[in-house]
């Protein structure tokens, strides 16, 4: 049973990204020890004490089954299987020999699975799971790495910068490794203020050019409690002005385009205007990244929670149970902006 390290000492790409999962939940431990009981709590299903132990690679009695990690807290322990491939990855019969060797070890009270896959389980596979790991007394949970990165997110307080900062990372890993859902259907919204008016006027947003983020094909710009602008991102670079003139240092691959979006002179001509309309005096004397839309569409998409939001966050339209699910069903094809800043008016989100 090996511990768990700030860097991988694993060549196996899905001991790797568990090797990740156990860095956050770790990092999150120690920061904020009452929002990790709270996952606990959510994962086991009871009131737990933060306390427990993570590693990888342990093995059950008997020497017939390795899980990949492992978070053991008394009376509870949480058995994880980890699979890296979409659609139903998790093996049953693994599944059985990790049960069977949690019941012969017999470390805790309360004994946990959890299967840890990019893609939600087959109902026909997670009802298949929960019966044979009820024989043995154990109870199976699934989760998807969006549903983690997801939960914290929404868990962690604007204020814990530093813990915010590794979520960022962590999602943008995610994508990176093709971890998260399929669909690109997905709203980053940012926080505006004083340059909402010149974004809504040149169609782009700008940004610091190293933040962790991970690229979305719909551009939310967020102030005074809700998403005032939304818009369909077509191009995203690192610029800046140099003698008069905007060079271009980076341009990003999108994922939902077959190919780069050429930059062109009314682009370029387009994020020299915004530059001297922005707020920011400085603006366009550093690199900085440009976020190209074809046009916002004003919208009123509440934050119903208290207080505002000081980082960028992540929403999902198209998927079960996502913001705008109806609206994406309904639809012969992809919902116009109009139709997607209309029916945001009539949602709400915490």
């Known amino acids: 049973m090996r511990a768990v390290s700030y860097f991988s000492p694993y060549k196996q790409s899905e001991n790797t990204v568990t090797n990740a999962v156990l860095l956050l939940l770790s990092h999150i431990h120690r920061t904020a020890p009452d929002i990790f009981e709270s996952f606990l709590k959510d994962i086991a299903g009871e009131d737990i004490s933060v306390g427990p132990i993570f590693a990888n690679q342990d093995a059950k009695p008997g020497s017939k089954s390795i899980v990949d990690a492992i978070i053991r807290q008394t009376p509870i322990e949480i058995n994880i299987e980890t699979k ?7 093996d049953i019969d693994q599944l059985r020999r990790h049960a069977e060797g949690m ?15 990019p893609s939600p389980m087959s109902p026909q596979l997670k009802s298949e799971a929960t019966v044979i790991c009820e024989t043995v007394d154990v109870a199976f949970i699934d989760r998807t790495f969006e549903q983690i990165a997801s939960y914290f997110e929404n868990a962690v307080p604007d204020f814990h910068e530093d813990l915010n900062a590794i979520l960022a990372d962590f999602r943008v890993y995610l994508s990176d490794n093709g971890q998260l859902p399929l669909s690109q259907n997905r709203m980053l919204i940012n926080p505006c203020g004083q340059s909402l008016q010149s974004n809504h006027d040149s169609g782009i947003y700008h940004d610091q050019p190293y933040r962790s983020k991970v690229m979305s094909k719909y551009l939310g ?11 369909e991102v077509y191009a995203v670079i690192t610029a800046e002005l140099q003698d008069k003139k905007l060079v271009i240092h980076e341009q990003f691959d999108l994922p939902w385009q077959n190919q780069r979006h050429d930059i062109t002179k009314k682009d370029e001509q387009s994020i020299m205007s915004l530059i001297e309309a922005s707020p920011y005096s400085d603006l366009g004397d550093r690199p900085s990244r440009y976020y ?9 998409y509440k934050k119903r929670s208290p207080g ?13 149970g996502d913001v705008l699910e ?9 919902p116009s902006l109009s139709e997607i800043a209309v029916a945001l008016k009539e949602e709400e989100w915490t």
């Open 292 to 300: 190209l839309t074809y046009g916002f569409e004003k919208t009123e």
């Open 308 to 320: 505002g939001i000081q980082g960028h966050r992540y929403f999902a339209f198209d998927g079960k």
């Open 221 to 231: 710009c967020y102030d005074n409690k809700a998403v005032r602008l939304v818009g």
């Open 103 to 117: 019941n012969r070890e017999d470390k805790s009270a309360r004994r946990v699975l959890l299967g840890l896959t």
């Open 326 to 334: 109806a609206l994406f069903e309904k639809s012969s094809g992809q």
């Open 84 to 90: 890296i491939t979409h659609g139903d990855s998790l």
